[in-house]
């Protein structure tokens, strides 16, 4: 149980052009989505959090219309890196939660995106 | 601002020997503690957590941990490590029950010799 997909595994884009990331959660309604972003060796670090039909809440430093976030159901959640440079290259992660659950995310596999 | 610290950045250990990979917080209020392994190039996977009760909390793969709430501490134990242990490990302490966030230690990287 409990599990999170994302798609795609990973991209490869043109400066200038956007690129979609979706986070699933296959078999639970996920009340709350996080967005990561982690460099080589490096921690993850929390973009954004989403809850299903409002509007996400960006952490400090994140640029809320270069990483456009959509939460529109219950098990998809969408992160759209817009006009991308190749400083947004890293490996983004999507975490899912679910309210009472002791504040426990679980992890999708994690989109690799290289920006040429 | 709540903190993790993850003591060590990469832990070298032979196989079959013990291993500890040490984890700090900087507040005991109400909190929710986790580990997780993160293979290279995948998502993360939960090893375990404690959430109330037993302070000695047991996990998958032989993994283990102690809450230690008057240090502050989590530190994750294995007894007897194995090859297939070598990956990037994460501490990660929740306080705010309202907003579920989850604040990451830096990681630490065990590598395994045979």
């Known amino acids: 149980g409990a599990v999170v997909s994302q798609h795609p595994s990973w991209v490869i884009c043109k400066s200038g052009t956007s690129v979609k990331i979706e986070c699933r959660s296959l078999?639970?309604?996920?009340?709350?989505m996080f967005w990561y972003r982690q460099f080589p060796k490096q921690s993850l670090m929390l973009m954004a959090t989403?809850?299903?039909?409002?509007?996400?809440?960006?952490e400090q430093g994140v640029e809320k219309d270069k990483f456009l976030i959509n939460h529109a159901s219950l098990t998809l959640s969408t992160l759209t890196v817009t006009s991308a440079h190749p400083e947004d290259s890293s490996f983004y992660i999507c975490?899912?939660?679910?309210?009472?659950?002791?504040?426990?995310?679980?992890f999708g596999p994690g989109t690799r995106l290289t920006v040429l | 601002a709540q903190s993790v610290t993850q003591l060590d950045s990469q832990v070298p250990v032979f196989e079959e020997a013990p291993v500890e990979l040490r984890c700090n917080y900087s507040?005991?209020?109400?909190?929710?503690l986790f580990w997780y392994v993160q293979y290279p190039n995948q998502g993360l996977q939960l090893l375990l957590k404690?959430?109330?009760?037993?302070?000695l909390v047991k996990g998958i793969n032989g993994f283990e941990a102690e809450f230690n709430k008057s240090q502050t501490s989590f530190h994750l134990r294995k007894p007897s490590v194995h090859i297939s242990d070598t990956a990037e490990y994460f501490c990660?302490?929740?306080?705010?029950?309202?907003?579920?966030?989850?604040?990451f230690g830096q990681g630490t990287r065990l590598t395994i010799n045979p």
């Open positions: 990660a302490v929740s306080w705010d029950q309202g907003a579920q966030k989850l604040v």
């Open positions: 975490s899912a939660g679910v309210a009472g659950s002791y504040n426990e995310q679980f």
């Open positions: 404690y959430l109330s009760g037993s302070t």
């Open positions: 078999d639970f309604q996920a009340t709350t």
């Open positions: 507040s005991s209020v109400s909190v929710y």
């Open positions: 989403s809850n299903e039909g409002s509007k996400a809440t960006y």
